[in-house]
């Protein structure tokens, strides 16, 4: 096949070359996609049985829906059992085998996915609706071709058959949490937002990613065998010819090079050139990662996403387990704060055990997630706050709050804590007197009310990533609406303008712990808004930290002062663009200079 480059949105930096993996929409290898001649009739015949029992399953599923939700809903169903029988699929499906040796798998795969395909690139949501429909009678007909009962694909942790890159459709926060790094190297995917949680955990595992690479990349893929993956421009290329193979060996050096470069900024302070010191922080996704953070040049924890101790596993973690994971946090970052992030499960992040849970969650950001889920729920919240506040006898624990909207959220979740403090305390167990607890501002109703929040909180901590969702209506994990999920969208300076006026007028610390605190391009916004507390994955801190050493907090106010005269976000982006170019040049940094792509 002809080298073929794919452009995507860069959400975990790196280069990765090696062999593809096509991963079907279960998050299960595909078997190879070309089998020999004599082989094809084998291969039909697989098909047409699975194709039979695909569709004997969906309609008993109509008849189940039927009954339990009436006819109107097994309606649905029905016409997933009429798309399995269609004639058509079926005789589409074989000319492919007979035309090209196709695998039962493949052929299904490539035919549904192309339908799927053009009806997606219409921008109709009845058309959406239709090849989402697709996509589920695919994954029932790949279930029976596989000889498996449909698994949950949230908890199905892709596997691939041999080290290499993974390419997929699309893959799930805890389908991303289960990849080994040491046999996937990389991976990219057709869907997916830049602070999409799938991108976070590709982060803290450090697996170079791509996601939102359209829907032709599996198409392509099918036909493809080496890829290069380049996580910190955004590319995938198939099939690289040796030119391009050769260029990208050159860049990897460069890369590592530079990273070399920045590895003894590590124990270096975080302080700007005229003497402000910025604290930074570390956002971990798993307790093995607190001590490299160190090694890093972080102080601390800044945020520690708790819940996935709870994805990739059948049941809930007890207290105790709960309880080694903070300690061996504490232990990790020897004796520096650990900022606790209680439970924030919902939407694209929730286990089988909390199906109840999920069925009114749904995956819609707006839904019963995060703090809302943890006080529906408070036997999964209370053993968690049991395990936090045990953990604050070990070392300086801080406890956050996620997703809070309303001050009554804050008291009720507040109250808990100290409802679960007094059990714990008579039960014999040392609690110190004083654990800060704090709450993430990441939705615009909390981000105005921030004054009232101030009187009664220890610190803010900004979550950007849900920040920029709500406040500009577009779901993070969507690529079509990425154009407006930037932090430099002036609504967005104005709401974090004023969280901090509200916490320096209370004197409380205010963090930024979304993506932009670990966004060069930001960073001097952030400054210059009065942040002096960043929070972000372990790999981004050398970069900060080498920035913030060159930057003037009166020139950062400065800057922040022009900001505000700008309208657009496409205005901002480019006054910190050229700020920071000039910074870096300036002050001889200009090797520095991080990809355009990376930002916004
Ligand atoms: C955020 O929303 O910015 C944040 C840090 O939380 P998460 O990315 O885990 O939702
Ligand atoms: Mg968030």
């Not at 084998?42 to 006819?71: I, N």
Request: glycine content about 8%; some cysteine; overall charge negative.
């Amino acid at each position: 096949m002809p080298m073929r480059s794919l452009r995507g949105v860069p959400v975990s930096p790196g280069l990765a070359f090696g062999r593809i993996q096509v991963m079907d929409p279960t998050g299960r290898p595909l078997p190879s996609r070309v089998v020999s001649a004599d082989r094809v009739s084998t291969e039909k015949e697989r098909l047409d049985l699975a194709l039979d029992r695909a569709h004997s399953e969906a309609l008993a599923a109509e008849q189940d829906a039927s009954q339990r939700l009436g006819p109107q809903y097994a309606e649905i169903l029905g016409a997933h059992a009429r798309m399995i029988d269609d004639p058509e699929l079926k005789r589409e499906a074989h000319e492919r085998m007979d035309q090209e040796n196709l695998s039962a798998e493949h052929a299904i795969l490539e035919v549904l996915d192309g339908r799927a395909s053009r009806l997606e690139q219409m921008s109709h949501s009845y058309f959406s609706a239709r090849a989402a429909d697709l996509r589920d009678i695919m994954g029932r007909i790949l279930d029976q071709l596989q000889g498996s009962p449909p698994t949950d694909s949230e908890e199905a942790g892709p596997v691939p058959m041999q080290t290499g890159l993974i390419l997929a459709h699309d893959l799930s926060p805890s389908q991303t949490a289960a990849l080994d790094p040491s046999r996937v190297l990389g991976f990219g995917t057709e869907v997916g937002g830049r602070t999409s949680h799938t991108a976070i955990v590709a982060n803290a595992l450090r697996i170079p990613a791509v996601v939102g690479l359209g829907s032709n990349l599996l198409v392509l893929a099918h036909g493809a065998n080496m890829a290069i993956i380049d996580g910190d421009e955004g590319l995938v290329i198939l099939d690289p010819d040796t030119e391009t193979w050769k260029h990208y060996e050159r860049e990897s050096q460069q890369r590592s090079d530079r990273r070399n470069e920045l590895r003894g900024i590590g124990s270096l302070p975080s302080i700007t050139r005229d003497g402000s010191e910025v604290v930074l922080w570390g956002n971990i996704e798993f307790p093995e990662e607190a001590e490299c953070l160190i090694a890093e040049g972080a102080e601390g924890v800044g945020l520690y996403r708790t819940e996935f101790l709870y994805l990739g596993s059948d049941r809930p973690p007890s207290e105790d387990v709960q309880l080694a994971a903070f300690r061996a946090i504490l232990h990790g970052v020897r004796g520096r704060p650990v900022t606790i992030r209680t439970l924030d499960l919902g939407t694209d992040k929730l286990p089988t055990y909390m199906k109840t849970a999920a069925s009114r969650a749904g995956d819609r950001p707006l839904g019963l997630r995060s703090i809302r889920l943890s006080l529906r729920e408070p036997e999964f919240f209370r053993t968690q706050l049991r395990a936090i506040l045990r953990a604050a006898g070990f070392g300086p624990v801080r406890v956050m709050f996620p997703l809070v909207t309303t001050l009554e959220e804050w008291r009720r979740a507040r109250c808990l804590l100290e409802e679960v403090r007094g059990e714990l305390i008579a039960e014999g167990y040392e609690i110190p007197a004083r654990v800060p607890v704090g709450v993430m501002i990441e939705v615009p109703a909390a981000a105005i009310m921030a004054d009232r929040f101030a009187a009664e909180v220890d610190f803010f901590s900004i979550g950007t990533n849900d920040l920029i969702q709500y406040a500009m209506a577009a779901d993070r994990a969507d690529e079509s609406v990425a154009y407006l999920s930037s932090g430099a969208d002036p609504s967005i300076l104005r709401l974090i303008e004023r969280v901090v006026e509200a916490a320096r007028a209370r004197g409380i610390e205010v963090n930024i712990c979304g993506s932009m605190g670990g966004d060069p391009h930001f960073v001097p916004l952030l400054l210059g808004l009065g942040i002096r507390h960043l929070s972000m994955s372990p790999a981004q801190v050398s970069e900060i930290k080498n920035l913030v050493r060159v930057l003037d907090t009166s020139e950062t106010a400065g800057l922040v002062e022009h900001l505000k005269e700008l309208d657009t976000a496409n205005d901002v982006m480019n006054r910190l663009k050229r700020f920071l170019e000039d910074t870096l040049t300036r002050t001889g940094r200009a090797g520095a200079t991080p990809s355009e792509d990376r930002a916004g």
